[in-house]
């Protein structure tokens, strides 16, 4: 196991590095998103019986935890492509399965630590409280799994930036914006709340507000369901493209 701790922690080092980049530069966006949205409707809006700022805050964690995971693999992959520095990683006697653990793990890491940076930031604006601290931990790990484990698949299947991008910007984007970070699904149309039901983050945004509040719109029995489902799903495609070798070693 020792590639793959020696790997895993080159990753770490390569995000802690610029930390300003990536971990405090996300932190100030959440803080922005809880500034203006909860100026504008604090007062207004109750979600669940919970004040508004308060029902934003873990939607803005979890935000923060998904985006910065698949961002950490993703960029560190297509990076060591386009300058060709990937051979350095592909050479040392390291299995597949150790390469996709020490990338998907970093980027879990990344993904906590700048939710743990986003919490510290905003709780300060409104109380919360924990009703079930483990369904917190659970739906943290595995949705920054997740999208850890999409990044290595875009990683792989990019081969310049801006197709990264778009993978990045119409897939992900998209699925983390809609998922109810900013509103609870029952406040939609019938039909937007059953095409919400299809949107996997949705169960990892859901089930990681229900252990703040104990309150949800899906119960989190089934969103932890989905959630594994879909980890085991994206972890065995991650894996057959670093087992083939496609665009890596091919």
Avoid at 136 to 164: E, H, N, P, Y
């Amino acid at each position: 196991m020792s590639g793959m701790t020696t790997l895993l922690r080159k990753e770490v080092l390569r995000f802690w590095k610029v930390s300003f980049q990536t971990v405090a530069a996300p932190v100030l966006t959440a803080i922005l998103y809880l500034l203006i949205f909860s100026h504008v409707l604090d007062e207004h809006v109750r979600v669940h019986g919970v004040p508004y700022a308060a029902f934003l805050i873990p939607g803005l964690v979890m935000m923060s935890v998904l985006q910065n995971a698949f961002a950490n693999s993703s960029s560190s992959l297509i990076q060591s492509k386009v300058t060709g520095s990937i051979v350095f990683v592909l050479l040392p006697p390291i299995s597949y399965v150790e390469f996709f653990f020490a990338f998907v793990g970093a980027a879990v890491l990344r993904g906590l630590v700048v939710g743990l940076g986003v919490f510290a930031a905003t709780a300060i604006f409104a109380p919360l409280s924990f009703a079930a601290p483990l369904w917190i931990l659970v739906f943290a790990v595995l949705g920054g799994g997740i999208m850890g484990a999409l990044g290595v698949i875009g990683g792989i299947w990019a081969d310049k930036f801006d197709q990264l991008a778009g993978f990045q910007n119409f897939l992900i984007m998209p699925l983390t914006m809609l998922s109810g970070v900013f509103y609870s699904i029952a406040s939609l149309p019938p039909f937007w709340q059953q095409i919400s039901h299809f949107n996997p983050v949705f169960y990892m945004i859901d089930g990681f507000r229900f252990g703040f509040f104990g309150v949800s719109d899906a119960a989190p029995e089934l969103s932890v369901t989905v959630v594994a489902a879909c980890f085991v799903v994206v972890t065995a495609v991650a894996l057959a493209f670093l087992r083939s070798g496609y665009k890596l070693r091919n």
